[in-house]
């Protein structure tokens, strides 16, 4: 789709069918260069509404195009409305278009006679019937029966709102919004359920789904992802895609993965102020989460300051808690805080386990407390092969055993930096942005060959959305047979 152009070198037909073969989003707008301009705006090359100097629908369409020349600009990023105004498809409004000036011509001769019968049959029955036009086909926003939401999330900046889930070609706006590194959330809003889905920086975090099936029918990973792709491909509802910043994406994350520190506080005794200078002098990254019969309210907090606070009553993003602290003035407020979940690298931690085999028999017979000492006990094993007594020799064939850890040594003498940059490459290669998880764990590795493998040996049974087990199995059989050429 050009960005700009003329319609003397192509016309409005052309770009209307552009954008609808290249599955475009954005707002098209065009001027005859004589004061009138038109806006078209289109969601995976879905024309669904225009308006025109006072007109809107379908005649802002065929008026457009009946325009004889002048420009046109194409932004992709333009905030979309939530108007649905056009229902005719772009073949037929071109047809209508272009037999518009016959019909025009026809008409003044059918007016003729109707004028003579004016009493009878006056022209403003007709009139009536294009009047509501315009402004018909406003979007309707749903709301979940159940009244529930994954978690309570923030206003932010809204880059689509409401579009409607007929025609949202969902798998390409997911990669859309992983292209562009995208982070902020795309919320779905039936009238049965709601689901959510965090994005940080291209990277999908979670996603989440409440269908009100049961009181805590809530469901998370590829389950979740699964019915929320459902009731997309079903047409069900609508979307929101809004954005955050990566802090408040990171507090919402933790309010669905992290351990609670506290649950069940009562507000009405707690010292809440006391409670956030406490976590803020440990610098704590988490959330605190207050319910009261007035609504919800989030803190997010980022090494202890707060990056966000706002409710379930006024979304708008405040950088003081007084709002959500406002909340715990009902007796039966209940709160909650939630610290950050540590890195997943800890759980690469099967790998230390390698390194205490090697170390054992370096002090085998010698208690740990002799390692400190190391000024006189390391004589006393090269003393042991001198006696020729006989039954010294068999306690003197275990010591020749540390002869074995040098030969496996010959392992940790490879470049391992070198080995986990390529096995980080082969999963930036195989998984984009989603590779973040793999890359970690196998930056977490021991630098060994069995700490390698035991990382590798974790790829299978990681779970990201979007990513079927069987693709995580074969890259781990891939990296495992690159780890193997290397010695």
């Known amino acids: 789709m ?73 932004d992709p990023k333009a905030k979309l409305p939530s108007d649905e105004t056009v229902k005719a498809g772009i073949p037929e409004l071109v047809q209508a278009a272009e037999s518009t ?14 004028a003579e019968e004016a009493p009878r049959d006056h022209p403003v029955a007709e009139r009536k019937v294009e009047a509501p036009q315009p402004r018909r086909g ?11 939401e994954p978690i309570p999330v923030p206003a932010g900046q809204v880059i689509y709102d409401s579009l409607k889930t007929s025609f949202v070609d969902f798998p390409r706006l997911i990669t859309t919004l992983e292209k562009e590194g995208y982070t902020g959330y795309v919320r779905l809003l ?50 929101d895609v809004v954005g955050l910043s990566a802090e408040l ?21 707690v010292d809440m102020k006391a409670l956030l200078k406490f976590l803020n002098d440990r610098k704590l990254s988490g959330s605190v989460m207050i319910r009261s019969g007035g609504g919800t309210g989030v803190i997010i907090l980022s090494e202890g300051d707060v990056a966000g606070a706002y409710t379930s009553e006024s979304r708008d993003i405040s950088d003081k808690p007084d709002r959500a602290l406002a909340l715990c003035e009902d007796p039966n407020a209940v709160v909650a805080a939630q610290r950050a979940s540590a890195s997943r690298a800890p759980q690469a931690a099967p790998a230390p386990p390698p390194p205490p085999p090697p170390a054992e028999p370096a002090t085998s017979q010698i208690p740990v407390i002799q390692q400190q000492a190391t000024a006189t006990y390391p004589v006393q094993p ?30 940790p003498q490879l470049d391992w930096a070198a080995i986990v ?3 980080q ?33 974790q790829v299978p049974s990681i779970s990201l959305l979007f990513v079927d087990s069987s693709r995580l199995e074969q890259l781990a059989q891939e990296m495992r047979a690159r780890l193997k050429s290397h010695y």
Request: glycine letters at 10%.
């Open 190 to 239: 039936t009238d049965d359920a709601s689901g959510l889905i965090l994005f940080r920086e291209g990277l999908a975090l979670e996603c989440m789904y409440d269908a009100g099936e049961e009181p805590s029918g809530l469901v998370l990973g590829k389950q979740a992802l699964q019915r929320f792709n459902d009731d997309v491909t079903a047409g069900h509802g609508v979307l």
């Open 382 to 411: 090269r003393q042991a092969p001198t006696p020729p007594s006989v039954p010294a020799m068999p306690n003197i064939a275990p010591a020749v055993a540390p002869t074995t850890p040098p030969a496996s040594a010959s392992g």
């Open 2 to 74: 050009q960005s700009q152009g003329s319609l003397a070198e192509t016309s409005l037909k052309s770009l209307l069918e552009a954008a609808q073969g290249e599955r475009s989003t954005g707002t098209l707008t065009i001027r005859n260069g004589s004061g009138k301009s038109a806006s078209l705006y289109f969601l995976f090359g879905h024309l669904f509404h225009a308006q025109s100097d006072g007109i809107a629908g379908d005649a802002a369409v065929v008026s457009a195009l009946n325009w004889p020349g002048g420009e046109f600009e194409f």
């Open 101 to 114: 000036p016959e019909e025009a011509a026809e008409a003044p001769k059918q007016h003729k006679p109707d």
């Open 138 to 148: 406003v979007k309707h926003r749903p709301q979940p029966k159940h009244g529930r």
């Open 421 to 423: 940059a390529e096995l």
């Open 249 to 269: 994406i990171d507090g919402l994350h933790e309010l669905t993965v992290s351990r609670p520190m506290y649950t069940e506080l009562y507000a009405s005794w």
């Open 425 to 457: 490459a082969m999963a930036e290669d195989s998984l984009g942005n989603r590779a973040r998880k793999v890359k970690d764990i196998l930056g977490a590795a021991d630098p060994s060959i069995q700490g390698i493998e035991a990382a590798i040996d």
